[in-house]
């Protein structure tokens, strides 16, 4: 789901959940920051009642974590649940990245292409939030055109964990170039139409990134249980 910048207020605790979910995709909320209620309502203009739905929600996807007499944090990712969460992004961009090259349509591909842009504009001007943001334009892109329902919802599920990742990855100054480089070749095979160098430019550029990340990760010291 392309994100939009979410201000102001929302209609409903269902929108409240959408928003604060982006928020916190969008890093903006960081892992381990704690969630106000106060402040939310201010934020979103809507009562405390929905506030609170929606962190309740969100703690039943692992996106908060709810600890009685301290409230709601958002969470944080483990280094062996990033190590998870690698290999099965690999498996599921990969199938993506297949399936695009074979069902999308020219105007698709097209869009799909120019997507790229903005995220090599952000990543070479070192913003990250900028590059997140556009980043999720460009796999809205892929996913939109891979035509796989299932797929898709497995991928919004995990929506918040991969960007809380890739923030990291965006974050480790050698990985600016092969990423961009990465990302063109995955447009270069969607456009091409070929579905084998696809799913390989997906998977391999998921290993490239996990290679420069971990090393990062293992290197940042978890907070301790609360």
């Known amino acids: 789901m392309p994100p939009d910048e979410i201000t102001g207020t929302v209609d409903s605790s ?20 704690k ?27 692992g996106i908060v974590e709810l600890t009685e007499n301290r409230g709601a944090r958002v969470s944080e990712l483990s280094y062996a ?18 399936l695009f090259a074979v069902r999308g349509t020219a105007h698709e591909k097209m869009q799909f292409a120019e997507s ?18 556009a980043s999720d334009v460009y796999y809205a892109h892929l996913l939109e055109g891979a035509r796989n329902t299932e797929l898709h919802e497995i991928i919004e599920r995990l929506h918040v964990r991969i960007n809380q990742i890739r923030r990291v990855s965006l974050s480790v100054e050698s990985q600016s170039k092969p990423t961009i480089d990465a990302l063109q070749r995955i447009v270069n095979a969607v456009l091409a139409g070929d579905p084998t160098d696809a799913r390989n430019a997906c998977i391999e550029h998921v290993k490239s990134s996990a ?14 249980s609360r």
């Open 14 to 33: 269902l929108d409240i959940r959408d928003a604060l979910k982006q928020a916190i995709a969008n890093g903006e909320y960081a892992p381990g920051v």
């Open 35 to 61: 969630l106000v209620e106060r402040e939310l309502t201010l934020r979103y203009g809507i009562g405390r009642t929905g506030v609170r739905d929606a962190i309740r929600h969100l703690a039943a996807q």
């Open 81 to 98: 649940e990033a190590i998870d969460m690698y290999q099965v992004r690999g498996v599921l961009e990969g199938l993506a990245g297949e």
């Open 116 to 133: 790229l842009e903005p995220v090599r504009h952000a990543i070479e001007s070192s913003d990250i939030t900028g590059a997140l943001v």
């Open 211 to 224: 290679a420069a990340t971990l090393p990062a990760m293992a290197r940042t010291p978890e907070r301790p």
